[in-house]
Nanobody, 126 residues
């Protein structure tokens, strides 16, 4: 069955860096549009970044542009999110997601995605 398993979360100081990893299995990863979302306590789930199936096209939320980098390794069925210059407002549970419907444009709403991981918590605090 489809599985998305996030790892790499934890506690980091403001200005620090973390790399999130999403291990995918149970579906043809190399043909799927993938995205990261995040959800802070008491808030809705928000778009962070997305990447096309071949990794050529990426999209970012304005709040993370220039600080976060999404990438993928289709040979390893793995999605990444490199997060630099972290801020307290980046504190949230981060979710990996996959879109199984037709892609070809930017999809950035939770309802655009079809499968989700369980999430990994990032806490940015001094």
């Amino acid at each position: 069955q489809v599985q998305l398993v996030e790892s790499g979360g934890g506690l980091v100081r403001p200005g620090g860096s973390l790399r999130l990893i999403c291990a995918a299995s149970g579906f043809p990863f190399r043909t799927r549009y993938m995205a990261w979302f995040r959800q802070a306590p008491g808030s809705e789930r928000d778009f962070v970044a997305a990447i096309s199936d071949n990794g050529v096209t990426t999209y970012y939320a304005d709040s993370v542009k220039g600080r976060f980098t999404i990438s993928r390794d289709n040979a390893k069925n793995t999605l990444y999110l490199q997060m630099n210059s972290l801020k307290s407002e980046d504190t949230a549970v981060y979710y990996c997601s996959a879109r199984f419907r037709a892609a070809g444009q930017k999809y950035y709403l939770p309802r655009d995605m079809d499968y989700w991981g369980k999430g990994t918590l990032i806490t940015v605090s001094s």
